[in-house]
């Protein structure tokens, strides 16, 4: 289960649109991790603020960082 920093989170969704097994439930006011998370990791380098952890990929792969 990977773990959701809730202060550091903006609600944006980018993370809920990588998750292949759909377990992750983004609301208005919160981001919840759904009991059918792999912990894959597949999320945590799209979080552009850095909210995610844990999960197997994530020191396999490189956060992206947004261009402003
Ligand atoms: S670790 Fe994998 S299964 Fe779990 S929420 Fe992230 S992308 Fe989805
Ligand atoms: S990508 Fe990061 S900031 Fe955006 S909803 Fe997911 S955890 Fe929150």
Redesign the pocket.
């Known amino acids: 289960m ?1 773990h959701v920093d809730a202060d550091a989170c903006c609600l944006c969704g980018l993370c809920t649109g ?4 759909d ?2 439930d983004l609301t208005l006011t919160s981001l919840e ?1 759904l009991p059918h ?7 945590v380098p799209y979080c552009p603020v850095g909210a995610l952890s844990g ?1 197997r990929l994530q020191e396999r792969r490189a956060p992206i960082r947004l261009v402003r």
């Open positions: 990977i990588v998750c292949p097994p377990a992750l991790v998370c792999t912990s894959c990791g597949l999320c999960g």
